[in-house]
Nanobody
């Protein structure tokens, strides 16, 4: 069982930056892929980006490429989502999710989810 805890959300203005964190209690992320998803009101949950923990390889949705960066800290067993140049359309609840092995971009491919953290970007 992997328990995920996100933190770092908040209210910011357009153009600002935020860094979200996702950590696990009780299990390391070795052999896991970590995905970041978001869900805006009235919309489906969508893939933002992710990282293959062991390889360190990353992937991003087109909507965030060049603005968002995912990284990991092995010692802290934590994955980060650095969000720069935030836009009002980035407003959503952001979720961290984990699955064994390969990185995927579909919600149903992930077995473990965090509780989510709200990000609100005002114009």
């Amino acid at each position: 069982q992997v328990q995920l805890v996100e933190s770092g959300g908040g209210l910011v203005q357009a153009g600002d930056s935020l860094r979200l964190s996702c950590s696990s209690s009780g299990r390391t992320f070795s052999n896991y892929a970590l995905g970041w998803f978001r869900q805006a009101p009235g919309k489906e949950r969508e893939f933002v980006g992710g990282i293959n923990w062991s390889r360190g390889s990353t992937a991003y949705a087109d909507s965030v490429k060049g603005r968002f960066t995912i990284s990991r800290d092995n010692a802290k067993n934590t994955v980060y989502l650095q969000m720069n140049s935030l836009k009002p359309e980035d407003t959503a609840v952001y979720y961290c999710a984990a699955r064994l092995y390969g990185l995927r971009d579909r919600v149903n491919d992930y077995d473990f989810w965090g509780q989510g953290t709200q990000v609100t970007v005002s114009s």
